[in-house]
């Protein structure tokens, strides 16, 4: 492939991704104007997570899930955020809630797997056998 | 039009990559209590370290050593990772039963280490330890892929490592009160068929240090989980 053919459709590409995620973007935000502040309030949640402000990040998450309920991707992040507080019992509950409306969604999946087996090594043994959110149990929990 | 694929292809995969989630891989520290609350300011007598075989076995000289080797390594992680003041070793002491048990129903036992040591608790533990180092034939079912009819074959077994059962208990020296007990059974299988080494047995055993401090003083667990960026 020549060099400029290249440029051409990375350009392209790019273009497409820029345009894909403004429509997407500007369709949700126009329609509930709540959305947009939970995108933001995830945005400054992860941003205090990475930092590892984690009290702040949980708070941002669950202002998130005050505006846009039932979003388990916002529930994610606050089992992940409880669980980085110490909030073990809850981070339990938040899985199980946010698998109970995505059952299928792999980051609450891989993540409730990990900590299951977290909890049942050090939380309380013998509570956790059943497995609601299914798979197998990861080495690097 | 082989260019033209590439595009559409491109730009399939630019889209696919707007919808899909954007999770990003996060490590976080998770804090555990401890079982027991300590301040950090008692005086912990370790013993005794009890031998008790399985049942219809004698004690061998492995089962010795890896007592003698479980003091050292418990005194050392107690005294190096959960920093609680130890009681110099008594080597006069003389339960009077070699039974766990027997000895968690005698008060009086724990109230003398008390007394003769200044103990505010007392960790004592019984072990077993099982070296499996051996090999032989055994018959197993193979189908063979020539003709699928099953045929039976001898195969080489080789079972090589050590085999843990390890009681722990912590008692209240002044009531003789049982406070935590943790019951460790383990398998650590060896590469190697010769063990001639007893003694380095527990250096590598990560997850019973773990635990065993995990008892005394809080502790950290490293995990990793997948966060949504936005």
């Known amino acids: 492939m020549k060099p400029l053919r290249k440029k051409k459709l990375l350009i392209k590409a790019g273009a497409t991704l820029v345009l894909a995620a403004a429509i997407s973007t500007g369709i949700t935000f126009a329609r509930d104007p709540n959305v947009k502040e939970a995108s933001a309030e995830m945005k400054w949640g992860f941003k205090a997570a990475r930092r590892g402000y984690w009290q702040e990040a949980l708070m941002r998450f669950e202002h998130a899930n005050e505006l846009t ?18 909030r073990y019992e809850m981070a339990l509950l938040t899985y199980q809630e946010g698998l109970s409306l995505a059952p299928n969604n792999s980051a609450l999946r891989r993540n409730y797997t990990r900590f299951q087996e977290f909890y049942a090594s050090y939380i309380a043994p013998p509570e956790i056998a059943d497995d609601k959110g299914g798979g197998d149990a990861q080495k690097d929990n | 039009m082989r260019r033209r694929t590439i595009e559409l292809l491109a730009i399939l995969v630019a889209i696919a990559a707007v919808c899909s989630a954007g999770t990003r891989e996060v490590r976080i520290e ?81 109230k003398t280490i008390r007394e003769e040591n200044g103990a505010d608790y007392v960790v004592a533990a019984s072990i077993d330890v099982k070296v499996l180092d051996r090999a032989g034939y055994t018959t197993e079912e193979y189908v063979s892929p020539q003709d699928g009819k099953t045929y039976f074959r001898q195969v080489m077994v080789e079972e090589t490592g050590f085999s843990y059962d390890i009681l722990l208990v912590v008692v209240e020296a002044e009531t003789g009160k049982l406070l935590h007990r943790e019951q460790i059974t383990d398998f650590q299988p060896k590469s190697e068929r010769k063990l001639e080494e007893y003694t380095d047995m527990f250096t590598d055993l990560y997850t019973l240090q773990n635990r065993l401090v995990g008892i005394f003083v809080p502790r950290a667990v490293q995990v990793k989980r997948a966060l949504y960026a936005d």
């Not at chain 1, 529930?75 to 992940?80: E, M």
């Open chain 1, 69 to 86: 309920p039932n979003q388990p991707r916002i529930l994610n992040n606050i089992a992940v955020a409880q669980e980085a507080n110490g």
């Open chain 2, 30 to 110: 998770l804090h555990l209590d401890p079982e027991l609350p300590l301040e950090g300011t008692e005086n912990v007598f370790v013993g005794p370290i009890l031998i008790e075989p399985r049942e219809g076995e004698s004690v061998q000289s492995v089962d010795m050593t890896a007592a003698k080797e479980f003091e050292i390594f418990l005194r050392k992680i107690l005294r190096r990772d959960a920093q609680l003041h130890l009681i110099p070793k008594r080597d006069d002491l003389r339960p009077p039963s070699n039974n766990l048990a027997a000895l968690l129903q005698d008060a009086d036992f724990w």
